[in-house]
């Protein structure tokens, strides 16, 4: 840990973020004795951040700069941490803050304004010596300019804003794509660009065929100390999103690291940086030796924990040192890496609808507690998970002495990892990690795209009992009354003359991992939840017992034994393994009904979400695949289909309306045959 303060830092710092961060950031704040200010919206006034605080004040919006420097200034905070996300890299933001006469924890309003712009950034560096992606990155570029550009950098290209970040905006051009796929894409790419960040200036790259993405920790003082603490991998994307990062990169040798942190210091002083930076780079994975600048982060990266781990250092007392004036605790000579990182992050999305996104209330959470495991987190049980912001739950970061034993304890980690009310993707990035390129460290960052289908399939097995059964154990231990009850208050079937018995239950998979087959369950259980009787799927009765502890439902079938988390919410019960959740919701006992036409009946929303279009009519034909409703998410929209040829006899939505995921949005019913007499239409 770093050097100890003469005088304390400041009295008060105001995180404007909300979530995870603001609860890292927090925690060095009480470490180091300063009162943690919050801000909140409407939508977050009883956000753990929000309670967590000592101080904290309601804002219109994250976004609202005058809201949020007001707020500052009302709760005496002498400085101004912006997290990462929101305004972290907004150069106006930075500027209010100072002009109003507070510290802002971050570089200087020149850089982030340097920095900012992909393409002034690009030259800066370039003329600091720092090598580029082949391509061209001046303002101004029309598309007759970037078509030019892509027969002479030579295919596959890729387009990218000069604003913004994140992936949006980004399209990869292969050359068969043809000069009429190009226009197509640029024109796309401007579409985006335009949307997400209000400009539409484009740049023009070089796409490597095996590209890593690893970037350099950077560190800066206004002393002139500038030093770099290492890389970190980042090749595990998906939609250019990052799921996996870790320090230092398994690619790199001692040699490579030096050369590429030396070009990442440089950049860093080509634009007069201080404070806490990421110096990304684009580097071949089949050649080291060639690595390419992409952009700096003029922030706190998502995935700093992997570096703290690695050095011992903590990035935001470092951010806090700089913004007090006083120079960093560390030159590079006292930077050593010791041991290796891995963070996974928890998003709420689900992986076997296509990571759409996903909502709900966290009814039960579970953490792991392992040596060497790290956990960031921003929720908590009975908080509302919505869709206005970023998906990112929580990070488990795991370290160990070599990246083969941080891998393990980190898989075992989101094994005990079980947010449940709500889908996420833990138990993907777990198969993820055991993946045989992944442990071998075999990187690119096409890789999870390529093995998303299979590594989405949810496991064949989950041991001593299935989600179905596990369930139907878990409502008898809840309805169990204890021994010395009245036995005819069991709300589970008493009998004169008989025993309790849960005769039938039939339980449909309605969320969470797949993996029920056609996700409806048949279940007889007949005895108490300490001594059942089990009949599942024409199997011979089992003997069965099962323990509810909390969120902890302990299950014994036959000779087997397993521990599954456990959470209720109305009918519909959730259950978590390995990773991995279920949610199954109680059906009336009655005969199986018929299948009824394929493809007819209700069109559900596939994620909680705003009606952004209807397409279609009440009583209007339509055909297999027609666009029926689309429904918007965390800026992704997804069309929802016929899926098959009939008539529109309901639509239930209009634009602008919020919907919950499964929510009936219209209802597509086969055509009704008719048959022409001489008596008329029968």
Known sequence: ??????????????????????????????????????????????????????????????????????????????????????????ASFAAAVTEAGIVFVGPPVEAIDAMGDKIRAKQRVEAAGVPVVPGRHEPGLTDDDLIAAASTIGFP??????????????????????????????????????????????????????????????????????????????SLQRRHQKIVEEAPSPLLTPEQRERMGAAAVQAARSCGYTGAGTVEFIVDGRAPDDFFFMEMNTRLQVEHPVTEAVTGMDLVEEQLRVAAGLPLSKTQADVVLSGHAVEARVYAEDPARGFLPAAGRVLGLQWP?????????????????????????AKVIACGPSRAVALQRLRAALADTHVLGLATNTAFVRRLLADDDVAAGRLDTGLVERKAEALSAPAAGTGAADPGLAVALGRLAERDPGLDADPFAVPSGWRIGGVPSWTHERLQHVGGAGGLGRGVRDVRVSGRAVAAQIEADDQPVISAAATLIGHRLH???GDATSTWAYARDGETVWVGRGGQGWALREMPVRAREDEGDAGHGPLLAPMPGTVTAVHVEEGQAVAAGAAVVTVEAMKMEHVVRAAADGVVTHVLVIPGQTVAMEATLAVVEAAVETVETGGGTE
Not at 34 to 63: G, W
Not at 197 to 224: M, N, S
Not at 369 to 393: A, H, K, N, Q
């Open 1 to 90: 840990m770093s050097k100890d303060f003469d005088t304390p830092l400041f009295d008060t710092v105001l995180v404007a973020n909300r979530g995870e961060i603001t609860l890292r950031v927090f925690r060095t704040l009480r470490r180091l004795g300063i009162r943690c200010a919050a801000i909140f919206t409407d939508a977050d006034a009883n956000a753990p951040h929000v309670r967590a605080a000592d101080v904290a004040r309601r804002v219109p919006s994250y976004l609202n700069i005058d809201a949020v420097v007001a707020a500052a200034l009302d709760l005496g905070a002498g400085a101004v941490h912006p997290g990462y996300g929101f305004l972290a890299e907004n």
């Open 555 to 557: 299950v014994r079938v």
């Open 157 to 234: 290209v890729l387009l990218k804003p000069s604003a913004g970040g994140g992936g949006k905006g980004m399209h990869r051009v292969e050359a068969d794509a043809g000069e009429n796929g190009l226009r197509e894409a640029i024109a796309g790419a401007r579409r985006e660009a335009r949307g997400a960040f209000g400009d539409d200036t484009l740049l023009i790259e070089r796409y490597l065929t095996f590209p890593r993405h690893i970037e350099i920790q950077v560190l800066a003082d206004a002393h002139g100390g500038v030093i770099h603490l290492g890389e970190r991998e980042c």
């Open 369 to 393: 507690d392992g040596e060497g495991v790290r956990i960031d987190s921003g929720i908590e049980e009975g908080i509302d998970v919505g869709t206005s912001y970023d998906p990112m739950l």
